[in-house]
């Protein structure tokens, strides 16, 4: 496998610390969930209802608050955002193991509002450290690093919860997330590259002017693409339990995952980019027959590897997109918009999902979220093929004007 793109990229100056810090700070936030459903459930004598609810709290807080703070990035700077984060993430997680469950929910909002934006401030610092033409590799490896803490965090908050307690997690999870704001900011990487940053005030540019309907196109590819990975998680949860192998549920998502890695590694290593509509669409087509594998762990694990290739990729490309489409100045409200398209697609696919297999069976909550993310193609593919033809006109027009024989002058002459 050609391993020279990946080489190429990580001899740039900052990124290879950037990806380190990445990995790191992202453990913890990814163990936020399960400590707050066992914290709710355990601690506080509530149901996994009321425990979904405080984690539905934090999406829509979430979902909310990265655009905004990623507009805030945008014009006071990284270092501002995150002190204002980091305090915040400190007194919510210092305080919620004291907290009733009628506090914790309004509380669990302004957290999840006021949250430490590392995810798309790490893919709005990659766009600034590496140049357009190697930026798929290095998005890759960010993927790679995301799916890599998915697999760390939960695992550690489960042990830290039956180990010790769920209360004494908490704080525990709580001091990760602020070290890891507390090191980013020492580490303080660019949100701009060198070429784009500029000297005094700057013009404010118009939302219709960048949120155009490509970029739109984007964030709803990345919403269909989580959708289907929360929708398929449930899926494989319920059917591993319905057939009495819930015992090997660590290892059906272990190959899950290690397909992911796989494929997000063979992504940044090829030749030639792949549009997210492209991947979004074989992602979505691969996933509805997985349920015909259910009977077997075994069968299941096997029938996940396809659809699981395509999951670092797809997420990958559209990081990669919005950090092409987006100008410079207004990077980090895009990639705050990407990262809420990417939460409320895992937001919504879950409870969905779940909804389709309690009215029939694990099959077709597979079958259903897959064909939503092939239905998705279908609905943006006019847009990217509309874009694509402007694209093409555009090279042809500036190939021919530079063929053109030019006049000829004085000075020409």
């Known amino acids: 496998m050609n391993m020279k793109p990946y080489r190429e990229a990580l001899a740039l100056p900052g990124l290879r610390s950037l990806l380190l810090v990445a990995i790191l700070a992202r453990v913890p936030l990814t163990a936020t969930g399960i400590t707050l459903t066992f914290?709710?459930?355990?601690?506080?004598?509530?149901?996994?209802?009321?425990?979904?609810?405080?984690?539905?709290?934090?999406?829509v807080g979430a979902a909310i608050g990265a655009p905004l703070l990623g507009r805030l990035v945008d014009r006071r700077g990284l270092r501002p955002v995150l002190v204002l984060t980091v305090v915040v993430e400190g007194i919510f997680w210092s305080t919620a193991p004291m907290l009733s469950y009628p506090l914790l929910l309004p509380a669990a909002f302004v957290a999840g509002l006021l949250a430490l934006p590392i995810f798309s401030v790490i893919r709005q610092s990659i766009a600034a450290l590496v140049p357009v033409e190697k930026r798929r590799p290095a998005y890759a490896l960010d993927s790679m690093s995301v799916e890599l803490s998915?697999?760390?965090?939960?695992?550690l908050a489960t042990v830290g919860v039956t180990t010790i307690s769920a209360r004494l997690t908490l704080y525990l999870v709580g001091a990760g997330i602020v070290v890891s704001g507390v090191v980013l900011w020492l580490l303080n990487p660019p949100v701009r590259s060198a070429s784009e940053a500029t000297v005094g005030p700057q013009p404010r540019l118009a939302r219709r002017q960048w949120l155009t309907s490509r970029m739109v196109a984007v964030f709803v590819v990345s919403a269909a693409a989580t959708l289907v990975l929360g929708g398929s998680d449930v899926a494989i949860i319920a059917?591993?339990?319905e057939n009495g192998d819930t015992a090997f549920t660590g290892v059906v998502l272990a190959v899950w995952a290690v397909a992911s890695l796989v494929g997000g590694f063979a992504y940044g290593a090829a030749r030639r980019s792949f549009s997210p509509v492209a991947l979004i669409g074989v992602l979505g087509l691969l996933t509805i027959p997985v349920g015909l594998g259910g009977s077997h762990w075994w069968l299941l694990a096997l029938a996940l590897i396809p659809a699981g290739v395509l999951c670092a990729p797809t997420l990958a490309s559209t990081s990669d997109a919005v950090s092409r489409l987006a100008p410079a100045t207004v990077r980090g409200e895009a990639m705050?918009?990407?990262?809420?398209?990417?939460?409320?697609?895992?937001?919504?696919?879950?409870?969905?999902?779940?909804?389709?297999?309690?009215?029939?069976?694990?099959?077709?909550g597979f079958a259903v979220i897959g064909a939503i993310g092939a239905l998705v193609t279908l609905a943006v593919l006019p847009i990217e093929l509309r874009h694509r033809r402007a694209d093409a006109a555009a090279i042809i027009t500036a190939t021919t004007d530079e063929a053109a024989p030019q006049p000829l002058t004085h000075a020409s002459a």
């Open 150 to 155: 998915f697999m760390i965090g939960p695992a």
């Open 336 to 364: 705050g918009l990407h990262g809420s398209a990417v939460t409320l697609g895992m937001a919504v696919g879950a409870p969905l999902s779940g909804a389709i297999i309690d009215a029939s069976s694990p099959l077709w």
């Open 239 to 241: 059917a591993l339990r």
């Open 39 to 59: 914290y709710v459930v355990q601690d506080l004598g509530r149901g996994y209802g009321a425990a979904g609810l405080v984690g539905a709290a934090i999406t």
